[in-house]
């Protein structure tokens, strides 16, 4: 039995444990509900954009006009990366993740950023709304790259999202694309407590600065079981081929216990409602782009898994459909994750911020379970 006085409790992977006290956003696990600030998820989907919302999510409500241009304007003036990063970006190996790249951009731009020395709350705001700016660019800038293509500097004509898809394609984005790419940056940008966010938060609660934050967090969502799982569905959809061969992959993956990519989750225990909204858009634009092949087997593996696995609480989650609409979109699969991660930063920074406001370092117990009183042997006896 573990070495521990008084009342101790073990949740494996902190399953149920409450870490923190949260009025940026709350899941109802059951229910499939996601809400914002109070806003569910599905009216923000349908009227609001990137900017609107992230500025809901830091600061607590929608924000009035003024306030709204503002941040558009904060995050339109700092899109650009130094110089420095962007020959870092230039030289990186070709073969290197662009989450690995993206984490190694943000922590060389902490070191440049004029407030990364002051982690007053007012610095801390500057920051992360400069990070939000700069991702996006650092990723673009490194997926061109990567593919031999010239980079595409930021267009200030643009809004976060229409930007963010100028600077992969180099093509500006007609209304309907522009908008879908909105709803795909609000649907990833908050969680609660899931491990990316959490990571930030535990170094942030040790005052490190919000770079450091943000690169922990960066390194937790690239795993394939957190944000890393979008780019595995489209590999397993692309490896099942057609719908005929969904039922023997899938009863075969369950057979074996192995998790397919893109279902299940540790809250949600029916239908993830970001899920819900982007199968709609994923039918919709593969009907429009006249290429339903992977809506069509995605949609099998959907009705055989929740067959199989729907009563254990297993639906699909926001990783299922995403990848589709990307790869529709034409962004290569190595940037579905960091797509997450530029819409993430914004709950990411909207906990530290909220968290550092009444801090307390974390520093949970483990339970031992290994020998005590242990003879000390000297090395000429073992
Ligand atoms: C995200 O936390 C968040 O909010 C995350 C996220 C966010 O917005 O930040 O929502 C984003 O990360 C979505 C999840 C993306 N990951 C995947 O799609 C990878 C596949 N999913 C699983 O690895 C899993 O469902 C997790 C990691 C998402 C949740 O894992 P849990 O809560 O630790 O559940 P578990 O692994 O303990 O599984 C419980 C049971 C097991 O059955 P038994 O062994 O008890 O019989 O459910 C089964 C699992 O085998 N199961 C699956 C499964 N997920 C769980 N079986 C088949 N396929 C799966 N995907």
Known sequence: M?????????SKGLEGVVAAITSIAVIDGEAGKL????????????????????????????????????LKRDLIEHREVPEELVDCIKKAPRDTHPMEILRTCVSMGGCFDTDKNDNSRGANIRKSIRLTAQMPTMVAYYSRARR?????????????????YYMLTGEIPNEEISRLVDVILILHMEHGMNASTFAAMVIASTLSDIYSAICGAISALRGPLHGGANERVLEMLQEIGSVENVEPYIMQAIKEHRRVMGFGHRVYKAYDPRARILKEYAERLSKEKKNTKWTQIAEKIEEVMIREKGKKGIFPNVDFYSGIIYNLLGFPKEVFTPIFAIARVVGWTAHVLEYLQSNRIFRPRALYNGPLDVEYIPIEKR
């Open 2 to 10: 573990g070495h521990l006085t008084g009342e101790v409790s073990y």
């Open 35 to 70: 809400i914002y600030r109070g806003i569910p998820i599905e009216l923000l989907a349908e009227h609001s954009n990137f900017e609107e919302t992230a500025y809901l999510l830091w600061f607590g409500d929608l924000p009035k006009k003024d306030e709204l241009e503002n």
């Open 148 to 164: 031999g293509l010239d980079i595409v500097p930021p267009n200030s004509n643009l809004s976060h999202a229409q930007n963010l």
